[in-house]
């Protein structure tokens, strides 16, 4: 994992400067690592999306829930169910057992690596 603080600072530098060297930079996140988990995941003979957990990527539950919610929002993903604390719109916990990928979220994976 990057450190936090060279990750605001490639960040800061990359939304000040969108020319030159950092004319085609794009920062990562936790949702690009699930993307490509997700996707790997659904090329297999028999996908298990309940395979791939917070854990397993070495995140907290709240991002993976939000790199999931993230996902869904930008129309990556379909199936996905987000769990919220009550009463509150912070995402803790995401259900995978019917997720898939959408074409569009094929097309953005492929352009990850």
């Keep these: 994992m990057m450190r936090s603080d060279l990750m605001a600072k490639l960040t800061r530098t990359h939304c000040e400067d969108t020319s030159g060297e950092y004319k085609d ?64 719109k912070m995402p803790v916990g995401v259900d995978l057992q019917g997720v898939s990928l959408t074409p569009e979220g094929i097309e953005y994976e492929k352009k990850l690596g």
């Design 25 to 88: 930079v794009m920062i990562s996140g936790p949702h690009d690592y699930l993307l490509i988990e997700l996707r790997q995941e659904e090329l297999k003979d028999t996908p298990d999306m309940t395979s791939i957990t917070a854990e397993k990527m070495n995140l907290d539950n709240r991002i993976f829930a939000l790199a999931t919610n993230w996902l869904l929002k930008k129309g990556f993903i379909k199936g996905a169910v987000i769990q919220y604390e009550e009463g509150s």
